[in-house]
Every structure is written in C-alpha cells, then in structure tokens.
C-alpha cells in the first residue's frame, strides 16, 4: 500500500467552478501537509503548507486536513484557467530527517 | 535573483553513453535532492545531500551516482544510458534549520534514452 493516495484525474471542470482535490494517507507520523502545483514542463512549486488538522486559507485556495481520517484536501474557488496543472500532495516526516513523500498529483483542467 | 537550475532541459541519446544532468542553485541552501518523475506517477527520490561532500542514496533504487563538491551544485550522472533511464528528472533544494522543510523545485530534465 502506498503511504499517499492520490486520484491522478484527470479532472475538467468549467471556469469558476469549485474545484476540490483530495488525498488520504496511512502514515500517522505525517506532521506537515503540503500542495504542489506543477505547470506544464516545470518543475513543482509550493502553494500552502500546514500543520494541525482545520482549514488554512490564502486567497482562492482552502487547505483542509483531516488527521483522525487521514485526509487533506485542497479547494479552489472561482477557477481560472490559470489553474490548469498538476497538483501534488505532499507529506513529510521526521526519520532521523525531514523526509516528503508525494501523491502522484491531480491533473486538472479549468475550461474557459 | 535566487533560483534552480537544471541543463541540459532536453536531452536525446543512445544507449551506453555517459551522461550529466546538471542542477545549481543561487539561494545558498544546504540541502539538495534528486527525484525521478513518471507521467502520472509521484516523484521517487534518488539522491539527495545535506552538504558539500554529502551524499545519500534515496528512496528509489538508482544506477545513478551524485557528487557536491560545492554547495550550489549537484550534478547526477548515468555512466551508461539504458531505455529503462527514460524519465522526467527533478532537482530541488531547501533550507536546513528551518521548521518546515519547503523544497524549491528545478524545470527539470526530460532524457530520452533510445
């Protein structure tokens, strides 16, 4: 079993749309819970990260964990087709040192 | 301006040959890694180093070596290119000492081993 699902997409939803995106993990030890969001041909970029279970919000994004069911999930609201990427979960550790463990990212598509 | 950067950003070559995918970064970070990304797939990590003459193998098995003999760099070489090396390769680095390790990613290479 992997320690991070991720539902690889692709997803297609039309602009403005709510977009939720979601992962869920095995690994109990996770403390921090991060999104990616990956372009086309580039490489990831950290959108928000964070700790305790509850929402964080920054601007049109909601990061959402869940620890009791092992559950983060991103929103974003009023999509633009801006926001057409990849979007990554990813989870980190402390093994005798910081170690992240990704999803394999959400394909989404916002449509004009 | 700080950043990552990865050469060669393509590369297309044929099996048996040595090859170096190069990664420098500007922002003075200590820690520095090497993932492998599959279309569709979650990014492995090969290789990463705490430091200057610090190496450690990842979590994925790799025939790949690494060096960092300087702080900004660290290049990954393939002694002898198989199909099976066909993949996205990503280069990030972070800031030791900090709460939350936040990895800051390169463009990456896409190699193409025929």
């Known amino acids: 079993q992997k320690e991070v699902e991720q539902d690889p997409g692709p997803l297609s939803v039309p602009e403005g749309a709510i977009v939720s995106l979601n992962c869920t993990y095995s690994?109990?030890?996770?403390?921090?819970f991060m999104w990616y969001r990956q372009y086309s041909r580039k490489g990831p970029e950290l959108l928000m990260y964070?700790?305790?279970?509850g929402n964080k919000e920054d601007g049109r994004f909601t990061a959402q964990v869940d620890k009791s069911s092992k559950y983060i999930s991103l929103f974003i609201r009023d999509s633009q087709p801006s926001d057409s990427a990849t979007y990554l979960c990813?989870?980190?550790?402390?093994?005798?040192?910081?170690?992240?463990?990704f999803g394999q990212g959400t394909r989404l598509t916002i449509n004009p | 301006e700080a950043d990552i950067y990865q050469t060669p950003r393509y590369l297309v070559i044929g099996t048996g040959k040595k090859i170096t995918l190069e990664c420098s970064q500007t922002m003075g970070h200590d820690k520095m890694y090497w993932y492998q990304q599959d279309p569709g797939m979650e990014l492995h990590l090969i290789h990463y180093?705490?430091?200057?003459?610090?190496?450690e193998k990842g979590d994925l098995s790799s025939e790949s070596t690494v060096s960092r003999i300087r702080t900004e760099h660290f290049p990954l070489t393939l002694e002898s290119a198989r199909p099976s090396h066909t993949s996205q390769y990503l280069c990030a680095s972070s800031d030791l000492g900090v709460l939350v390790e936040t990895q800051y990613f390169g463009p990456g290479t896409r190699l193409l081993v025929l």
């Open positions: 180093s705490y430091g200057v003459n610090s190496t």
């Open positions: 690994n109990s030890a996770f403390q921090y």
């Open positions: 990813a989870m980190s550790v402390f093994q005798g040192a910081q170690k992240l463990v």
């Open positions: 964070t700790y305790s279970s």
